[in-house]
């Protein structure tokens, strides 16, 4: 470090930045959807171009037409957005689901997440699909990806690479980013 650097860090104040998931007006700046399945009418899923994988709460799978990936067992490290890092046995399941005329069938990812969305879909589902998100009104307009359906076969999140997230600390674990 340069004596100009350490008197430029003297002399400017940090700057703090503060994030909030709330605007002005009280809505959300999130994009949340709500997609049917088989079994349920509604489950909520967050939109997340931040999540490195799609994942799906093991408490809504009970709502989801689903059925098990065989995996050899393996260990894997999830960051939630809090900076909370959870390990688990990576567990994932091939689900069925819609939004409006749109039928998807992906691979999940199982976490043991909290109540507020059942799924959280990510990079993998985003750049299969191609949404045109209405930013004004948080919410999904079409699909620029018109070939991405049920016959193409599922996003693999059981092969999906890692995404922009810190290498696996050791071992077979890997880290995913929610």
């Known amino acids: 470090m340069s004596t100009s650097d350490t008197l430029y860090q003297r002399l400017l104040p940090p700057v703090r ?3 909030s998931v709330r605007k002005t007006d ?3 700046n999130l994009v949340i959807l709500k997609f049917n399945s088989k079994r349920e009418r509604s489950l909520r899923a967050l939109v997340d ?3 490195s994988n799609n994942f799906v709460r093991l408490h ?3 709502r989801l037409g689903f059925e098990e990936i065989k995996l ?7 960051r939630l957005p809090t ?3 959870v390990r688990t046995e990576k567990r994932v399941v091939r689900a069925r689901f819609s939004y409006e005329e ?4 992906d691979e999940l990812i199982v976490l043991d997440l909290d109540d507020i969305f059942d799924m959280v879909l990510g990079m993998p589902w985003l750049a299969r699909h191609d949404p045109v998100v209405d930013w004004a009104k948080r919410n999904i307009v079409r699909f620029r990806s018109s070939g991405a359906t049920e016959s193409d076969g599922p996003v693999g999140a059981a092969h999906a ?3 922009a997230c810190d290498p696996p600390s050791r071992g077979s674990a890997r880290r995913d980013c929610l």
């Open 83 to 85: 900076g909370v890092v």
């Open 26 to 28: 009280g809505k959300l």
């Open 72 to 78: 050899p067992r393996s260990l894997l490290e999830v």
């Open 102 to 105: 749109k039928k998807f069938v």
């Open 17 to 19: 930045v503060t994030l």
């Open 161 to 163: 690479p890692r995404g």
């Open 49 to 51: 171009c931040g999540a």
């Open 60 to 62: 809504g799978l009970a």
